[in-house]
């Protein structure tokens, strides 16, 4: 096109297959190894104000394939902005990025997880949005309007947000699972040898924590030694692989018990070639639920044209192309108010109803990262993988 230069990437991977690794990056984050590169605001760049004039050019860092390539031209088309679009694979490729240019990335949108914006903004690496230049926030959720993160969109706005269960083969499982205990005694199981659990080490954690009621998000030395009993004696023995995807397992075959985020599971079984073969659980007591999120950087060399993007990025027609493009909810209130089955296969993956919304918990990444870390790295080497 004339005016924009898409540069999306192929072939098209799952955004959380993306994050498999993120837990080793986090450690190092929260350590002081990435963000304390960024010096102090007097040798940074000062955050561009806004005049309402649209600039022609738009510049967004973000995930691969991470937006739906319609929503962007026709963005660019309506309002004569050449749409430039960079990927990087990790948060703290996005924050090493940001901290080494001070405020002079030339990027204008970013699109980091959600955990990592505190740290962002005490390190100046994000500007506060204008909010009066983005009036279709009151088309987003209040729950997900006000995030614990940011609860004001001071600096962010939500562009979507998922959770992890599991999806497992009813022809080689019987019952009817509902509970992270229940995945560890399939594992331990029936499913033994065919197991495949996320590379990541938070949510691996998670499964034990669960299955023991413990918190997810627990500090507790003693809790974190009985998870990596579980995890490493209890879990790891029978499973058969470690992935970023589900949808990838299941169609590679020989599992039929996977931990899963939402969307990648919903993409696995529409892509399964008896569907109805498989169910995904969002399993009790709780899991995570995790938000990436809209920002603008620094320095931002186009703030209107940016604030622009985002207001434009939460209108239905929009909101719809997203949802059916990345297969996870924005948030939007509409989703949530209308039936949206007649418009999304396995729509109730994609949209959980509130009572599960209501007990998941959004995953911190602290101190304990480490540990988990070394969690993750022990179970793998007692699966032999």
Not at 246 to 253: K, L, Y
Not at 272 to 288: E, H, L, Q, S
């Amino acid at each position: 096109m004339s005016n924009s230069d898409l540069s999306i990437l192929r072939p098209r991977f799952s955004r959380r297959q993306l994050l498999k690794g993120m837990a080793l990056g986090a450690g190092a984050v929260l350590a002081g190894g990435g963000l304390s590169a960024c010096t102090s605001s007097r040798t940074m760049a000062p955050a561009t104000t806004t005049d309402g004039t649209l600039e022609n050019k738009l510049n967004i860092y973000s995930w691969g394939d991470y937006d739906d390539p319609g929503v962007l031209s026709r963005f660019s088309e309506r309002n004569d902005i050449r749409v430039n679009v960079d990927s990087y694979g990790s948060n703290e490729e996005l924050i090493a990025k940001l901290s080494a240019s001070r405020g002079t990335s030339g990027y204008d949108i970013v699109v980091p997880s959600s955990y990592m914006v505190p740290q962002m903004v005490e390190h100046e690496l994000l500007q506060p949005l204008n909010r009066d230049l983005l009036p279709n926030l009151s088309f987003v959720d209040d729950r997900f309007r006000h995030l614990s993160i940011d609860p004001d969109n001071t600096y962010a706005v939500c562009k979507c947000f998922g959770t992890t269960g599991f999806v497992y083969d009813t022809r080689a499982i019987s019952g009817n699972p509902t509970s992270w205990a229940d995945f560890v005694e399939l594992a331990q199981g029936q499913a033994s040898g065919k197991v495949a659990v996320l590379e990541d080490a938070w949510e691996v954690c998670a499964i034990a924590l669960g299955a023991r009621n413990e918190d997810l998000n627990t500090q507790d030395p003693r809790v974190l030694e009985e998870c990596r009993e579980l995890v490493v004696e209890g879990i790891a023995p029978h499973v058969k692989a470690y992935v970023g995807n589900a949808a990838t397992a299941m169609s590679q075959g020989g599992f039929t018990l996977m931990q899963a985020f939402n969307g990648d599971a919903r993409q696995g079984i529409l892509n399964a070639d008896d569907p109805d073969r498989w169910k995904f659980v969002f399993p009790t007591p709780t899991a995570n639920l995790w938000y990436d999120v809209w920002c603008i950087a620094r320095g931002a060399a186009h703030p209107d044209a940016a604030h622009a993007f985002l207001n434009d990025i939460l209108t239905e027609e929009n909101v719809l192309a997203e949802v059916d493009y990345i297969g996870y909810s924005t948030g939007a209130r509409f989703l949530h108010e209308k039936d949206m089955s007649e418009t999304f296969d396995r729509s109730d993956l994609i949209f959980p109803e509130d009572d599960i919304l209501n007990r998941l918990v959004e995953c911190v990444h602290d101190k304990t990262m480490g540990t988990r870390v070394e969690i993750l790295s022990a179970a793998q080497t007692r699966s032999g993988t």
